[in-house]
């Protein structure tokens, strides 16, 4: 328990840290994936972006408009720069025709363009989205055992569902929104200083006003960064107070037998203080935070409208007649200066939060796979039944540590079935994972029928050399479905003639007799491990493989699971005698039964043996004990 809790304390510390210490975010890797990303969008997002573009540049020129429109119907000559418009019109009527009709037009574009923006981001968005995924569902398939040894399953689906879906998010924005906000802040800032220019407030004052436009956005930013800071800071308490109540009730009465309950009382109602000190702290900045940003741009709004009207009051009659419609666009136009500017705040904040999340679906697109096809590689062509032969094999799983394999040379012979045997940790596993590929071996050669395997082409090999594990996989799917997982083409026909051959179709009838291939086979339960087993070598034969691999087909299993393990592979030597066989089982009696040969692994090589009394005398392993009359190795 001490232990326990121990690592539950450091793991806990762990996450604090983490909290503290968020990771920088690499704005040229985001980039560089970013576009990659939004490539698969084709034209969608150049679309999108372009519509979004046209949106931020209308509502600022549709409330220029509107000015435009106050000025006609005060009867005061349109300048600035729709002004051209206006050249050549027939008095105040046609020119309160063409503002109105103006505002009309950019006010019916901006609805209609944000629809278009509606609809294309809905169709782009599952295509990105379920590119992304796709990619990263094959991605992991690809890697190995490396990399599933260091993400666990769970961490997997996060990365492909959540995170990804949420990276697709913050691509988007991450082109859109420098681009859109940024251009519509242009667009309203130089209207604006366009109206400011027919006002007469003091160019100190107006001055004044620009670099308040520009400052409170800052101070905004500021405030934002000094709140996130402070929900760093309250995470780090919320774990401090975890981590003590762990001290506590890691070991309770051991507490009261030491006399340590008020030190630890005393200590808990310090991490509570501590902890909701800092909440009260947080809450404060986050309501300090809201409300400047909130008034900023009112308060904005309410100073310029008052140094224009003092202004205004202050000239001829003449400037009067610009003053309404100059209102106009401090009011309507000045949120549209701030908001792009916090917008982009936010966004950078948000980049900051969002890179625990993003960063990983990048680590994932980046991850290499331990072995990949050679450029040149070629599909593999052996004959029926070839050899498979390790020669001077070294392999490790830890580079710099010992080899599991250290130089380790035998032939396998063709068309013969061979036991592999050794104690736990010997490397028989490893030895078929060398054959199938999932490592490559450090030095040395592994060769099937010749060929060495970094030659030929991962599909063509998996597909001669066929491997049934202990725990074969099966999708919650039909038996049709899981038989064309390894090929999609198969048909009933083909299914059923493998599943006869066999044995195993008359137990898929008694589990199925409305339909044997339409049987769903369930994730637990259903079919007995034996049957499953069966229905594995069935599969696998669908392939018309050249060797197999067979990883403890009897362990593990009743009297009634080997009786069904061994009638299938006494049908397989029947039906499929030019084929080499590989077996891994802990069974003497077993392999007496079934193997033509034997080696076993140790000191990281190979020992063959004569004949099978031997393995029972074997120097190198101990003395196997006696099961229900069986001798079990290792």
């Not at 990263?136 to 690809?142: E, P, T, Y």
């Not at 906000?181 to 100190?204: K, M, N």
């Not at 986050?286 to 310029?304: D, E, H, K």
């Not at 100059?326 to 908001?339: A, D, K, N, W």
Request: with cysteine; proline share 5%; charged share 20%.
């Amino acid at each position: 328990m001490p232990n326990e809790v121990a690592v539950n304390i450091a793991g806990v510390a762990a996450d604090a840290a983490d909290a503290a210490r968020p990771p920088t975010v690499q704005y040229g890797r985001f980039l560089k994936w970013g576009w990659r990303i939004l490539a698969w969008g084709t034209w969608r997002f150049p679309l999108c972006l372009f519509l979004n573009f046209i949106v931020a540049q209308l509502f600022p020129l549709s409330m220029k408009a509107m000015e435009t429109l106050t000025t006609v119907l005060n009867n005061a000559e349109v300048k600035g720069p729709l002004a051209f418009l206006f050249a050549g019109t027939n008095g105040q009527r046609d020119s309160i025709v063409i503002a109105a009709a103006i505002f009309a037009a950019t006010g019916a574009a901006t609805i209609l363009c944000r629809l278009a923006v509606s609809i294309t981001d809905t169709c782009l968005t599952p295509i990105l989205e379920g590119t992304l995924q796709s990619t990263l569902h094959d991605r992991v398939l690809a890697l190995g055992p490396d990399f599933h040894k260091k993400h666990p399953t769970g961490e997997c689906i996060t990365i492909m569902t959540n995170y990804s879906n949420y990276t697709v998010t913050m691509v988007k924005d991450l082109f859109t929104k420098p681009i859109v906000e940024g251009t519509g802040l242009a667009t309203s800032f130089y209207f604006i200083v366009d109206s400011l220019g027919r006002t007469h407030i003091q160019p100190a004052n107006r001055a004044l006003l620009y670099l308040l436009l520009l400052l409170l956005p800052v101070v905004g930013y500021l405030l934002s960064k000094a709140l996130r800071r402070a929900y760093a800071r309250l995470r780090e308490r919320e774990f401090a107070l975890k981590n003590d109540l762990l001290n506590t009730l890691g070991n309770p009465l051991e507490t009261q037998l030491i006399n340590a309950t008020a030190e630890r009382s005393r200590s808990y109602k310090k991490s509570l203080a501590d902890y909701y000190r800092q909440w009260l702290h947080a809450q404060f900045m986050n309501l300090i935070n809201f409300n400047v940003q909130s008034a900023a741009a009112l308060g904005a709004q309410i100073l310029f409208v008052l140094l224009a009207v003092v202004s205004g009051l202050g000239g001829n009659s003449a400037d009067l007649l610009y003053l309404g419609s100059s209102l106009v666009v401090f009011i309507t136009l000045i949120p549209r200066v701030f908001e792009p500017i916090q917008s982009l705040i936010s966004f950078y904040i948000a980049v900051q939060t969002a890179w625990i999340s993003i960063h990983p679906v990048l680590d994932l697109l980046e991850a290499k796979p331990e072995v990949e096809d050679a450029p040149d590689a070629l599909p593999l062509r052996c004959g029926n039944a070839p050899s498979i032969v390790f020669d001077r094999v070294v392999f490790g799983h830890h580079p710099g540590r010992l080899p599991l394999l250290a130089g380790a040379s035998h032939q396998f012979a063709a068309g013969k079935t061979t036991a592999i045997l050794g104690s736990s940790g010997s490397g028989k596993t490893t030895v078929f994972h060398l054959i199938s590929r999932i490592f490559d071996p450090w030095s040395g050669s592994v060769r099937v029928d010749g060929h060495d395997l970094r030659t030929v082409t991962l599909g063509s090999l998996r597909a001669a050399v066929v491997t049934v594990s202990q725990s074969p996989l099966f999708i919650e799917d039909s038996v049709r479905r899981n038989f064309q997982l390894v090929k999609p083409d198969a048909s009933d026909r083909e299914i059923s003639e493998i599943c006869r051959r066999t044995g195993i179709w008359e137990t898929l009838r008694r589990v199925s007799p409305d339909g044997e291939l339409d049987y769903v086979i369930p994730r637990n339960g259903g079919l007995s491990s034996g049957q499953k087993r069966r229905l594995a070598l069935a599969r696998g034969l669908m392939q018309k493989p050249k060797a197999l691999l067979l990883d403890e087909p009897t362990t593990g299993l009743g009297i009634d699971g080997i009786a069904e393990v061994l009638e299938a592979l006494a049908l397989i030597r029947e039906e499929w005698p030019d084929t080499t066989i590989l077996i891994i089982d802990h069974s003497i009696s077993f392999i007496n039964d079934f193997a033509d040969e034997a080696v076993s692994l140790a000191d990281g090589g190979f020992v063959s043996h004569d004949n099978q009394a031997e393995l029972l005398i074997h120097p190198r392993y101990p003395s196997p004990r006696k099961t229900d009359s069986e001798a079990i190795i290792g």
